[in-house]
C-alpha cells in the first residue's frame, strides 16, 4: 500500500521561495503518478499539480504555472514540489497522494480521499 508524508511547509513572505517534499513507502512507489494539492480555510481542496510515473510528463494548475515546478526521485521515493514567487493565495495546507495518470501522462486530480496530514504553508509579510 501506497504512503506518503509531506515535510517542508512553513511561512514565508511574499516573492518568496519553499520546497515540499513528499516521501513515499511501499515497494510500489515507482508504479504512482504523484500529485500536490491544498485546501485553503473555508475552501475546497484543488489539485496543484502532478508528475507522471516516469517523471517526463507534469501539469499545473493554472494559478501556479510558471511559479510552481514538481519533481521526482523514485530512487529515493519522493517527491518534490519547488514553489517560487509565492503570494498570499498560496496559503494552505499543502498534500501529496496518488493523481490520476500513468507512465508518460498524468492529471493533478486525487484517486481517492485518503489524506495524509499535509504541510502548512503560510504566506504572509
Known amino acids: 500500500q501506497l504512503q506518503l508524508v509531506e515535510s517542508g511547509g512553513g511561512l514565508v513572505q511574499p516573492g518568496g521561495s519553499l520546497r515540499l517534499s513528499c516521501a513515499g513507502s511501499?515497494?510500489?512507489?515507482?508504479?504512482?503518478?504523484i500529485g500536490w494539492f491544498r485546501q485553503a480555510p473555508g475552501k475546497e481542496r484543488e489539485g496543484v499539480s502532478c508528475?507522471?510515473?516516469?517523471?517526463?510528463?507534469?501539469n499545473y494548475a493554472d494559478s501556479v504555472k510558471g511559479r510552481f515546478t514538481i519533481s521526482r526521485d523514485n530512487a529515493k521515493k519522493m517527491v518534490y514540489l519547488q514553489m517560487n514567487s509565492l503570494k498570499p493565495e498560496d496559503t494552505a495546507v499543502y498534500y501529496c497522494?496518488?493523481?490520476?495518470?500513468?507512465?508518460?501522462?498524468?492529471?493533478?486530480?486525487?484517486?481517492?480521499?485518503?489524506w495524509g496530514q499535509g504541510t502548512q504553508v503560510t504566506v504572509s509579510s
Open positions: 497522494a496518488e493523481g490520476e495518470g500513468g507512465y508518460s501522462w498524468c492529471m493533478p486530480r486525487a484517486t481517492s480521499d485518503s
Open positions: 511501499g515497494f510500489t512507489f515507482e508504479l504512482y503518478a
Open positions: 508528475i507522471s510515473i516516469s517523471g517526463n510528463s507534469t
